[in-house]
Structure formats: structure tokens, C-alpha cells
């Protein structure tokens, strides 16, 4: 079963538009950490965000927003104000403790496009 | 901050030849390294967690004799692709963790990117 589901696989939008990128996970640990990367074209993954099981407050970092819910097991991404230098890869992972102790998962990414 | 250096950062190889890559942390000891796989649009696969002084330990479907890792010091890790083929042209990345660091302290490198004629 896939433990991570991006479910959007390519998504386009106009400079200073906002996007939402999707985060679906499962997993019967109680503790867990999910993580965003960005993945440029370079091929590079540029760590973006952690976030435990135990935290679900939301957090924002400049254009950048997360929003966690365990209730619904996801963790959104949200950039605001599109720019072109956006436009890349991202990738939501699953961390969980336990037997699978440091293993990640990666869900199939979501690749985003901002044009001019 | 965590350094990962991946070299070569690109590699072109005729098939029937090995390939080295190797996985070195430039400020800190790494107890453990990861090695990642990735197909072109492809998400990050697991292929196998490589411990120092120790055997690696493999995913499920991942040829050990294929893949051949080895981590000799807390700083290395190398991957040896063996008599390489063209369906193992691929973005390998390999990622590691601090010692002593949190479970989830992760740095991943630039990736090496390995094309088999």
C-alpha cells in the first residue's frame, strides 16, 4: 500500500497565483514525521520542512505555508504568490519510528509549473 | 550545517562496466547513509541502508550482487553498480544521518546520475 499519495501529478499556474500541493499519508505509528522537499531540475532535494506527529500547528514560512491534519492524515503545502523560481519537483515523505526507523517514504511528487 | 557530496555528479558508461559513486559527509560522522534510486518523473525509491563497519542491508527486490555497497568509514559510503546495463541508467541520491542526531536528521546529497550506453 502506498504510504504517501501525491495525488497531483503535474500542476500549472500563472506567476503570483497561490497553489496547494497535496499530502496524503498512512500509518499505524503514533509517532511519525512527515517532511516536504523541493526537487529543482538539477535533481537536488532541498529540505523544506519537518514536521512530527505531535505538532499539528500549522506553520509558515515566508511565501511558504503547512497545514497538518491528523484527522484527515494530511499535510498540505502551500505557496503563496507563485514565482517562476517555484516552479520544480515536491516531494512529501513519511518518516516512521520503530522497525522502520530512518526509513522514508516518498510519495510520487508533484511537479509544479509557474509561468510567467 | 550537514554537508553530502556525491561524486561523480554524472557518470556515462559503456554496459558490462562497473561504476563507483560515492557518498561522503563533509562535516560530520554518519553512522548511516541511505541509497536512493530515481527514475526520470519517478518518486525516490529505497534501495538499501548502508551502516558503518557493517553489511548493508537491502530492500525487497534490490540485487545485492548488482548494487554493491560499502561503508568503510563514518564518512563514506560507496555504491558499486556492477556490469551495468542500460535499465540501470538512473538518478541514484544518497542521504545521511548525524550520529547522534534525531531519528529523522537527514542530509541528502546532489545526486549522481549514471547513463549506461
Known amino acids: 500500500a502506498q504510504k504517501v499519495t501525491q495525488a497531483q501529478t503535474e500542476i500549472s499556474v500563472v506567476e503570483k497565483e497561490d497553489v496547494t500541493l497535496d499530502c496524503v499519508y498512512e500509518?499505524?505509528?503514533?509517532?511519525?514525521?512527515l517532511f516536504w522537499y523541493k526537487q529543482p531540475p538539477s535533481g537536488e532535494l532541498v529540505f523544506l520542512i519537518r514536521?512530527?506527529?505531535?505538532?499539528?500547528q500549522n506553520e509558515i514560512s515566508g511565501r511558504y505555508s503547512w497545514n497538518f491534519q491528523k484527522s484527515t492524515s494530511s499535510f498540505n503545502f502551500t505557496i503563496t504568490a507563485s514565482q517562476v523560481v517555484d516552479s520544480a519537483v515536491y516531494f512529501c515523505?513519511?518518516?516512521?519510528?520503530?522497525?522502520?526507523?530512518?526509513?522514508?517514504?516518498f510519495g510520487s511528487g508533484t511537479k509544479l509549473n509557474v509561468k510567467p | 550545517g550537514a554537508v553530502v557530496s556525491q561524486h561523480p555528479s554524472w557518470v556515462i558508461c559503456k554496459s558490462g562496466t562497473s561504476v563507483k559513486i560515492e557518498c561522503r559527509s563533509l562535516?560530520?560522522?554518519?553512522?548511516?547513509m541511505f541509497w536512493y534510486r530515481q527514475f526520470p518523473k519517478q518518486s525516490l525509491m529505497l534501495m538499501a541502508t548502508s551502516n558503518e563497519g557493517s553489511k548493508a542491508t537491502y530492500e525487497q527486490g534490490v540485487e545485492k550482487d548488482k548494487f554493491l555497497i560499502n561503508h568503510a568509514s563514518l564518512t563514506l559510503s560507496t555504491l558499486t553498480v556492477t556490469s551495468a546495463h542500460p535499465e540501470d541508467s538512473s538518478f541514484y541520491i544518497c542521504s545521511a544521518r548525524k550520529q547522534g542526531a534525531g531519528a529523522n536528521v537527514l542530509t541528502f546529497g546532489a545526486g549522481s546520475r549514471l547513463t549506461v550506453l
Open positions: 515523505a513519511l518518516s516512521e519510528v520503530g522497525d522502520n526507523f530512518n526509513k522514508f517514504y
Open positions: 500509518t499505524r505509528d503514533t509517532t511519525y514525521y
Open positions: 562535516d560530520f560522522q554518519a553512522t548511516t
Open positions: 514536521r512530527n506527529s505531535f505538532d499539528e
